[in-house]
């Protein structure tokens, strides 16, 4: 194949990527899932770490500007009806997200676990997940949330980082509580899925 074949095949798939990146967004889609990897690219010569944000974007950083940005341009490519936004703990995702949409924002569970079990020893690793999962698992966000401050009183001698990072995180993990109990196992992690529609 010529180089010359390679380039217009190029052309031909940044055209249609750039056509999909930028279709209008139809419909209202009450949950949102957005998380980022970081891989190495080409820059200036070099190789660099970027964000790659999940489906549509490439970014230095995932810092509050780009997040604003971003959950703007959803918008105005028709995004309506967010209600709950799950991601990582990012203090600038949840910055823009309050600007921009009016929604909760879901920490990660997932994320949010792998944090605090490095505030424990290797040992009592499963005892600390049994008792999180036993508070994850109840019926009402009261019940959750009265689970969650026993949790903190019962850690805090032996665990305090753990109490201290449960007793922070509180509203934003268990924030997919006060949604309908079948719709919980989606909306607690950005492991669970990529995003509903309403």
């Not at 424990?120 to 009265?146: C, E």
């Not at 997919?176 to 989606?186: A, I, N």
Request: net charge positive.
């Amino acid at each position: 194949m010529s180089k010359r074949q390679v380039s217009r095949l190029c052309g031909e798939i940044d055209e249609r990527v750039a056509a999909f990146l930028h279709r209008p967004l139809k419909g209202g889609w009450s949950n949102l899932w957005l998380d980022a990897t970081y891989i190495k690219v080409p820059g200036g010569g070099r190789i660099v770490s970027v964000a790659a944000i999940v489906a549509v974007a490439v970014e230095p950083s995932e810092a509050e500007v780009f997040w604003d940005e971003f959950l703007r341009s959803l918008a105005d490519r028709g995004l309506r009806g967010t209600r709950l936004v799950v991601a990582d703990d990012h203090k600038w995702l949840k910055a823009a997200v309050a600007k921009v949409r009016d929604a909760t924002v879901q920490r990660c569970r997932v994320h949010f676990m792998r944090n605090a079990l490095a505030c424990a020893g290797k040992k009592d690793r499963p005892s600390v997940t049994a008792a999180h999962r036993a508070a994850f698992d109840l019926d009402t966000l009261a019940a959750s949330k009265d689970r969650w401050a026993k949790l903190i009183d019962a850690f805090e001698q032996r665990h305090p980082k753990l109490a201290e990072r449960m007793l922070r995180a509180e509203q934003d993990v268990l924030a997919y509580m006060g949604f309908p109990r079948q719709r919980r196992t989606k909306l607690h992690s950005t492991r669970s899925s990529t995003s509903t529609r309403r």
